[in-house]
């Protein structure tokens, strides 16, 4: 039924989106977030002719996109984001997976298993695909709050956000500057990867390059763990070549003074592009008071997520490390 569901919410926004797009000569997720904003409050800020005003109040009254269930409207409009960016010459603005984004959920809602409610961030949250999915997964109380400065990506995170009935906050802005905002109990984020060109920026943080420019997402680490309270956890989604630069050494001697590192989760290369894409979850706590390292990091990889039996004995192991270490 859900599979249906998210089909029939899909297409729905597709050819409305299609439609936009071929009316107006513009990119796809442009009149994708033009068509959310339609169905979510009947107006749209952008200019749309009166064809492609039509369209929408026609469709409008085919389907009440507010009659689904929350995760069957994000996972309708993850899909039609994924249409968008395909073939996007901003590598670093993909879609986080759906499974990548659901296990990062089961990771999260094991670490805050204690904590009500929960501040959550993720300073990098394009479309809102990520930050939502877990929310989503999180039982207790979740005050959500997300960054990004791609105007569409963040206009589609709102509406995304609003149309799920969920009360997020979001920044519209470059993540590396200050935010006006208390520390979270938990950070997810899909780091993007590649170099930062605001080298003045760049020279706040510990995790500079001496020459040239720095990597984006080390100093997303490093604003991560900033905006992190004492005892907070992080869930990173991160390139496996992270420790095999040149500039790893600087990144370990930071993270070992500010976090403990409890583990990382490789995921399953099949659904990555190639192996140079593939990435792994980093989990870390941030160092407080009360703090200390667990007694044995979590070390996994992933099998497909296909093969159920092999995960279900991946993610008993992985249940086990979390008992003993008493987080669950």
Not at 264 to 284: C, D, G, T
Request: overall charge negative; some cysteine; aromatic content about 8%.
């Amino acid at each position: 039924m859900e599979h249906n569901n998210v089909e029939t919410i899909y297409n729905f926004l597709d050819e409305s989106a299609e439609q936009i797009v071929r009316q107006m000569d513009q990119p796809y997720l442009d009149s994708l977030a033009q068509a959310l904003e339609y169905f979510l409050t009947e107006e749209t800020t952008g200019e749309l002719n009166e064809f492609a005003l039509q369209h929408l109040r026609k469709k409008a009254s085919e389907l009440d996109i507010n009659s689904f269930e929350r995760e069957e409207i994000r996972k309708a409009i993850q899909l039609a984001s994924l249409k968008g960016m395909k073939g996007a010459t901003q590598q670093q603005h993909l879609v986080t997976p759906d499974t990548v984004a659901m296990f990062a959920g089961y990771l999260a809602n094991k670490l805050m298993k204690d904590r009500n409610p929960v501040r959550l961030f993720d300073p990098a949250c394009g479309t809102g695909n990520l930050l939502t999915a877990v929310h989503n997964q999180l039982p207790q109380q979740t005050v959500p709050f997300g960054s990004e400065v791609d105007p569409t990506l963040i206009k589609i995170a709102l509406m995304s956000a609003n149309l799920q009935q969920i009360d997020m906050e979001l920044f519209h802005q470059d993540s590396l500057r200050p935010f006006v905002m208390e520390p979270a109990d938990l950070i997810v984020s899909d780091l993007p990867v590649g170099y930062y060109p605001d080298d003045i920026i760049a020279n706040d943080y510990e995790l500079k390059a001496e020459e040239g420019h720095s990597y984006a997402h080390h100093l997303l680490i490093e604003q991560s763990i900033r905006y992190t309270r004492d005892g907070g956890y992080l869930v990173l989604i991160i390139p496996n070549f992270l420790f095999d630069s040149d500039q790893a050494p600087k990144l370990n001697t930071f993270l070992q003074k500010n976090t403990h590192i409890f583990g990382i989760v490789q995921l399953p290369e099949s659904i990555f592009k190639s192996e140079q894409n593939a990435k792994s979850i980093f989990l870390l706590q941030k160092k407080g008071q009360d703090t200390k390292a667990p007694k044995e990091a979590l070390m996994a990889k992933l099998p497909s997520f296909k093969n159920v039996h092999a995960m279900n004995d991946i993610l008993v192991k992985i249940n086990q490390w979390f008992k003993q270490e008493g987080i669950s």
